[in-house]
């Protein structure tokens, strides 16, 4: 039986994530670190640091979402541009997605010597919101209890994440989140623009009762 390219990407992260919750060194040269990544140069750390978690359900929860939701990227790139170069556009979304959601938090902190983030949440909600655009009223439940159209939730997540990010008030971050959903959203409409006419007529076509 072939593995999925979310299946491989979940592997890979856990056992990195493994090895750094017990390996406190190799935790602290992966970290999202924009101080060292600035002065250092350490320009890695952007990838790196979205293949740790700082805990077994830190990386349970992100790893689980997007064992759900990535399927359903992997499966329409794959349709698009087939099965090799839709795997390879795959990867290089869902690395992108890590990266592009650091960059503002980079910015506001590369001058924090005492800023570090870590875990794959900018890769996650690429793909959770990529997922959105294709199938917006597919139900997404929150903890088995609320499930909402994943259109809803969706714009519920992102004004969350905002205000969230603005308030900075946990040690969470935020504005990966936002910036991750953003990405996988473009990302979609970039390469797949009538996934744009699909998700308006599908979402005016939703009847809550």
């Known amino acids: 039986m072939t593995l999925s390219i979310t ?8 056992i990195s994530s493994f ?4 390996n406190a060194a190799f935790m602290e040269r992966c ?23 700082k805990d077994y359900i830190h990386l349970f929860f992100n790893m689980f979402t997007f064992y759900f939701f990535g399927g ?7 349709y698009k ?18 990266v592009i959601s650091d960059i503002p938090t980079y910015l506001k ?7 570090r983030a870590l875990g794959a949440s ?4 690429a793909t959770v919101f990529a997922s959105i655009i294709i199938l917006p009223l597919s139900d997404i439940c929150l903890f088995g209890i609320l499930c909402l159209p994943g259109f809803i939730l969706g714009v519920l997540f992102l004004l969350y994440s905002y205000f969230k990010g603005k308030n900075q008030d946990d040690a969470i971050n935020h504005d990966a989140h936002l910036y991750g959903a953003i990405f996988g959203i473009v990302f979609i409409l ?12 599908q979402v005016l076509s939703y009847r809550p009762f």
């Open 72 to 78: 359903v990227v992997e499966q329409v790139l794959a």
């Open 31 to 53: 970290m999202f670190t924009p101080y060292k990544i600035k002065r250092n140069g350490q320009w890695d750390r952007f990838v790196t640091s979205g293949f740790i978690h």
């Open 122 to 125: 900018g890769g996650t909600a």
């Open 109 to 115: 902190n590369q001058d924090n010597s005492y800023y």
């Open 81 to 98: 541009f087939g099965v090799v170069m839709g795997g390879a556009v795959y990867v290089l979304f869902y690395l992108l997605g890590i």
């Open 7 to 14: 299946v491989v990407l979940i592997i890979i992260t856990a």
């Open 19 to 22: 090895y750094g919750i017990n």
């Open 190 to 201: 970039v390469i797949s623009p009538e996934s744009a006419t699909t998700f308006i007529a």
